[in-house]
């Protein structure tokens, strides 16, 4: 570990400043001034720079930093005030887990946009796909609505109580120009809502030609399409890994919305005031084991992009 002195660093340009910021690891002895030009260089290398302070004179750091820290228990008004954040205990310990924390919720919201991105692309694609073609709609319009707010209710909510993946805070920091969606996802959006579109047409084209009712072929395509989504989500709880890398079991909102969906699949089915609101037609047994086949189909293929993602990276 290499360490500079404050007095060392008075006779540097803001260029040699730059250079030295980047190999050093510690500074000590250093003025308010000198910690303003440190920050300030730290933030030209495309850092996000965190400045804790407690006095007046940490004021001008604290304001300049990307997230400026007071201190709680000793720090002035005026280091409060200046700070984004202030650390009521005082305890550097506290923003380690707040990182963690943070990069937590970060990865479940990755993890749902990147579970309903694909799934509303694959339900608006078969009707486009309908209509240009001049076919029959495989799923009607509310039955899309029906699907929307079973999915998103019963198994997109739950995975915000996904538990933080292990090795979280091993990861190096985020690109600043770093986009939600990398390329990896937006390939995986595109697999996923092209697979549920051309699978759910296919299935509903090949329940009319096996000289099933319109009603029937369009529920046999709704159940396929919710299947699908509920599938694909098992392998949404990791964005790298497999789901047996987070534990199978490890989220039990997940496997209780799993089941409440296959629930209310059932009632849209089978219930009769349901078939008469929604136009669906009771299933076979055939029926539900393809959209099963359909879904592990996604999931398997998700999870081999994972993987040979994972080996091209080592």
């Known amino acids: 570990i290499r360490a500079v002195e404050g007095r060392d660093l008075e006779a540097l340009s803001d260029e040699a400043l730059r250079r030295l910021a980047d190999e050093v690891t510690v500074f000590a002895r250093v003025a308010p001034e000198q910690k303003l030009r440190l920050v300030t260089a730290l933030q030209s290398l495309d850092n996000v720079v965190a400045m804790t302070g407690d006095g007046v004179n940490d004021a001008p750091a604290l304001r300049q930093a990307n997230i400026g820290i007071a201190m709680g228990v000793t720090g002035t008004d005026v280091s409060k005030e200046a700070a984004a954040m202030v650390l009521t205990d005082d305890n550097f310990a506290t923003i380690a887990a707040a990182v963690e924390e943070g990069r937590g919720v970060y990865d479940n919201l990755v993890k749902f946009i990147t579970w309903s991105i694909p799934t509303n692309i694959g339900e608006g694609l078969i009707i486009l796909l309908a209509i240009l073609l001049g076919l029959s709609l495989p799923i009607l319009p509310v039955q ?127 219930l009769p005031a349901m078939n008469l609101l929604f136009q669906t037609a009771p299933l076979g047994i055939d029926a539900w084991l393809i959209g099963i086949l359909v879904g592990l189909s996604i999931n398997l293929v998700v999870a081999l992009e994972k993987h040979l993602r994972r080996r091209l990276a080592a």
């Open 144 to 270: 899309i609505l029906w699907l929307n707010m079973s999915t998103a209710v019963l198994i997109g909510v739950p995975i915000a109580f996904e538990g933080k993946e292990r090795g979280i805070m091993d990861r190096p920091p985020r690109a600043l120009d770093e986009p939600i969606m990398t390329r990896a996802l937006v390939l995986r959006t595109v697999i996923v809502g092209l697979m549920l579109t051309v699978a759910a047409f296919s299935y509903f084209e090949w329940e009319i030609a096996r000289g099933h009712s319109i009603e029937a072929a369009r529920t046999a395509a709704l159940n396929m399409f919710a299947l699908g989504e509920a599938f694909y989500l098992f392998n949404c709880r990791s964005l790298n890994g497999s789901v047996w890398s987070v534990g199978f079991f490890s989220n039990p909102w997940i496997l209780g919305g799993f089941t409440a969906l296959l629930l209310a699949q059932a009632f849209v089915i089978y």
